[in-house]
Structures are given as structure tokens and as C-alpha cells.
């Protein structure tokens, strides 16, 4: 039997949409949601994988289309 892999989130990034590996989710008592990612991004031209945290919002974020879907812009 294989590991489930992480669910995957699109979080939309300065216009660009980035695919993120979910690694936790928080849900708070005010109705917060925060998700805990690994996430590829450029910085300063040079790509690296950072660790970041990321409130809810779905205007920037939705759950990730299936392999080989399309990100809509």
C-alpha cells in the first residue's frame, strides 16, 4: 500500500499561481484558517523551497486542479 501523498493548494503570488504542499491546516476559533506549505518560489532570480504559512483567502488560493490540469490565470 502507498503514501497518500499531501493534498496541494494553487496560491496566487504577485499574479502567479505557485503549487504549494500542504503540510498542515489550523482551523481557529474566529474561523481562521491557516495552512502551513511548502511552497517553490524565485527569489532574487534564484529558486529555493521555503516553509510559509498562509491565511485563507479565496481570492488567492483554491485546492490544486489534478495532475494535468491547468491553473486558471
Known amino acids: 500500500m502507498s503514501a497518500k501523498p499531501?493534498?496541494?493548494?494553487?496560491?496566487?503570488i504577485k499574479?502567479?499561481?505557485h503549487w504549494a504542499a500542504v503540510q498542515r491546516r489550523?482551523?481557529?476559533p474566529d474561523g481562521r484558517?491557516?495552512?502551513?506549505?511548502?511552497?517553490?518560489?524565485t527569489v532574487d532570480?534564484?529558486?529555493?523551497t521555503y516553509e510559509k504559512r498562509f491565511v485563507w483567502n479565496p481570492a488567492t488560493m483554491?485546492?490544486?486542479p489534478p495532475v494535468g490540469g491547468a491553473l486558471q490565470s
Open 6 to 12: 499531501d493534498p496541494v493548494l494553487s496560491i496566487r
Open 33 to 41: 484558517v491557516i495552512y502551513h506549505v511548502e511552497i517553490t518560489l
Open 26 to 28: 489550523e482551523d481557529h
Open 62 to 64: 483554491h485546492p490544486a
Open 15 to 17: 499574479g502567479r499561481w
Open 45 to 48: 532570480g534564484v529558486p529555493g
